[in-house]
């Protein structure tokens, strides 16, 4: 299984970023992110089919999962991130095909290259 990560960038506190996750098979994903000194860390979860939604505290109701329909071949993944702050930098990661507990990077099987988010103050 192959993911690529793509979107990050530099904005300003308050902008927006959507970053996407592209899978070579249709897998439930999870978005990583790891800050400066910091552990990697859950942000957010998508089920296989898109059914079920889940996010980390930090960023519920700022950050939106969603996913392509199941008739679309590309498997793509998205992460809308809207009233970014700074302590949203970091490099963003998304993985596939979690064993157990959805929230643990552990769990996953398959991770793609993280890709860089700088929210500037």
């Known amino acids: 299984v192959q993911l690529q990560a793509c979107g990050g960038g530099l904005v300003q506190a308050g902008g927006s970023l959507r970053l996407s996750c592209e899978a070579s098979?249709?897998?439930?994903v999870g978005w990583f992110r790891q800050g400066p000194g910091n552990e990697r860390e859950f942000v957010a979860h998508?089920?296989?089919?898109?059914?079920?939604?889940?996010?980390?505290n930090s960023v519920r109701g700022r950050f939106t999962i969603s996913r392509v329909s199941r008739d679309n071949p590309r498997n793509t993944v998205y992460l809308q991130m809207d009233s970014l702050k700074p302590e949203d930098t970091a490099v963003y990661y998304c993985?596939?095909?979690?064993?157990?507990?959805?929230?643990?990077?552990?769990?996953?099987?398959?991770w793609g290259r993280g890709t860089l988010v700088t929210v500037s103050s």
């Open positions: 098979e249709r897998y439930a």
């Open positions: 993985a596939a095909d979690p064993e157990g507990d959805y929230y643990s990077a552990t769990k996953y099987k398959y």
């Open positions: 998508i089920t296989w089919r898109g059914g079920n939604t889940y996010y980390a």
